[in-house]
DNA sequence: ATAGTTGCAAAAGCTTTGCAGTATG
DNA sequence: CATACTGCAAAGCTTTTGCAACTAT
């Protein structure tokens, strides 16, 4: 299992080395940190949580170091980012992780993921109506959430 | 022709003091105005373009109560908020105006819209799944329309 | 009358930038 | 060794907030 894991990182490194490569770009220290970092955990966050993160222990890297190398991720396609409500952008890996869609719900702020091939099928069809070549999409529903409905549900029949 | 146009912000207006009076909230000038000048345009804006277009003419409303108002006309469904790109928030009109997506240009940021029946059937058959109620949704598509397509065709023929 | 709204300016929050020092290729 | 990157702090932008004045109900 952690070999699998290794094997995972050894895989995404070389991305980002090929990427970083063709750029132009160095390969420094706080730049693969970063990556590590942003791919030891598998829910969102964003770049203020990811700052705390790699300073925890020890090292050092600037905030502006931080939205660079977001940037160059993202650039890189190994990290993708989203905007669910009106706060700041959230981020998540990419590599090796299956394409997925968000569902939010709009009052306690749950973010689940789902996969619908159908989603497949209008980026397809839209790319080729439209004229454009597609790279990349993203679906957010909103709505409220099993528990949250449940409460307000209960909120409505109790008062007024 | 200008009649339709007039019964539609008749009914749109009603929509809105409908909502104003459901939460208790005073039915001010400030907010007609900027509810009026909301449905002139078609296409998106944000809130600071919003903020000139509602000061062109004599008119004084601060940019606080603009996106105050703006806050309160999400609320009412008749206006919709977007996140493009990283810059800031994107309203348009939505009573009366078509159910729609957006695709967007990553080179030159142009803003298309589409319909795609198949949106539906992924609301319903997820909120179903997941247990959501679910109340709107969002789906942006990312790529290069046309014309950018053929310029870095160009490009790329060109050099290197 | 009185509670909600407005306008203003200041503050807040996220992100970017300029510059001097540092490290990579 | 030249150039690109980092860290820091300051600036930039969008959006929110506090407060006094105002106004719809």
Same mark, same amino acid.
């Given at each position: 299992?952690? !070999? &699998?894991? #290794?094997?995972?990182? &050894?895989? &995404? ?6 990427? @970083? ?11 693969? @940190?970063?990556?590590?970092?942003? %791919?030891?955990?598998? =829910?969102?966050? /964003?770049?203020?949580?990811?700052? +705390? @993160? ?12 931080? %939205? ?5 991720? $993202? =650039?890189?396609? *190994? ?6 409500? !009106?706060?700041?952008?959230? %981020? ?8 997925? /869609?968000?569902?939010?719900? $709009?009052?306690?702020?749950?973010? &689940?993921?789902?996969? /619908? ?11 080729? *109506?439209? +004229? ?7 679906? +957010? ?9 449940? #409460?307000? /549900? ?7």
């Amino acid at each position: 299992m952690i !070999n &699998v894991k #290794q094997q995972h990182m &050894v895989e &995404v490194r070389r991305k980002f080395i090929a990427f @970083l490569e063709k750029k132009g770009q160095r390969k420094t220290a706080e730049r693969f @940190l970063i990556l590590d970092k942003i %791919y030891e955990r598998t =829910d969102h966050f /964003d770049a203020e949580a990811l700052y +705390h @993160l790699v300073n925890r222990q020890r090292h050092h890297v600037s905030r502006a170091t931080v %939205y660079n190398t977001l940037e160059l991720l $993202v =650039d890189s396609g *190994l990290v993708m980012r989203h905007q669910f409500g !009106n706060s700041s952008s959230q %981020y998540e890996k990419a590599y090796g992780y299956r394409q997925h /869609d968000h569902i939010i719900c $709009v009052r306690c702020r749950k973010v &689940v993921e789902f996969c /619908d091939p159908r989603i497949q099928q209008i980026k397809t069809r839209m790319g080729e *109506l439209l +004229h454009f070549k597609i790279t990349s999409h993203e679906l +957010h529903l909103h709505g409220y959430c099993e528990s949250c409905q449940q #409460q307000i /549900d209960l909120e409505g029949s109790a008062s007024q």
